[in-house]
């Protein structure tokens, strides 16, 4: 029998809960400390957890689109997000866009990423974004989810196994972010991740 969520071991983050709304209310109340730099750093924020599955297999693969409507697409070939069943039998995923990442928030040793500024982790991306589409596919099943202002709006919905494994992330970071530092491929393709291997590719015409 699948054993209740409130007793797995947390390690990013606290599976018990899969939102936390006043964590998120306060990242869109200062996008000034968590998002500085604007878009880019959201960016960086996400192939952060790229390379964090690159170095636990020993390398890996990412890829950064630039869409034209302003919004950013990274997919990676790792494992998946974390996804388990509950007591119930219902599919639980690790709540990493919608709670804080228990590494880096209230950690003022926290690493942090090439940009220079703190890493604080998805939940940051999530709630500075207008909506965001988190596409997950595991060797035991694929499923979509969508958010905004980092709010679930969506059931973890099924989609078709393709033969791979591997997260995408698509958001469309907030219009005020995108207005204040447009980003830049040149800004993403200069920045140097040990184990991860990544492709920009700007669309935006």
Do not use: Q
Not at 15 to 36: C, K, M, S, T
Not at 136 to 143: A, C, F, H, V
Request: a negative charge.
């Amino acid at each position: 029998m699948n054993l209740s969520r409130a007793s797995w071991r947390n390690t990013t983050h606290d599976w018990a809960g899969g939102v936390d709304e006043e964590h998120l209310a306060d990242i869109r109340r200062r996008p000034g400390e968590f998002a500085p730099g604007g878009v880019a750093h959201l960016v960086l924020e996400v192939v952060a957890y790229a390379a964090d599955e690159a170095e636990s297999r020993g390398g890996g693969r990412c890829a950064v689109v630039l869409h034209p409507d302003g919004s950013v697409e990274v997919t990676d070939d790792g494992r998946g997000t974390d996804t388990r069943l509950d007591e119930h039998g219902r599919p639980v995923k690790k709540p990493i866009m919608a709670t804080r990442d228990l590494r880096f928030f209230d950690h003022p040793g926290a690493r942090t990423l090439p940009d220079g500024h703190p890493r604080r982790g998805m939940s940051v991306v999530a709630a500075l974004s207008e909506w965001l589409v988190h596409t997950n596919r595991r060797l035991d099943g694929s499923w979509t989810r969508r958010y905004e202002h980092g709010l679930p709006v969506s059931d973890l919905e099924p989609v078709p196994g393709d033969g791979t494994t591997g997260t995408g992330v698509r958001f469309l970071p907030r219009a005020d972010l995108r207005a204040a530092a447009p980003v830049t491929a040149a800004d993403l393709a200069s920045r140097a991740w040990p184990h991860l291997s990544v492709e920009v590719h700007d669309r935006r015409g």
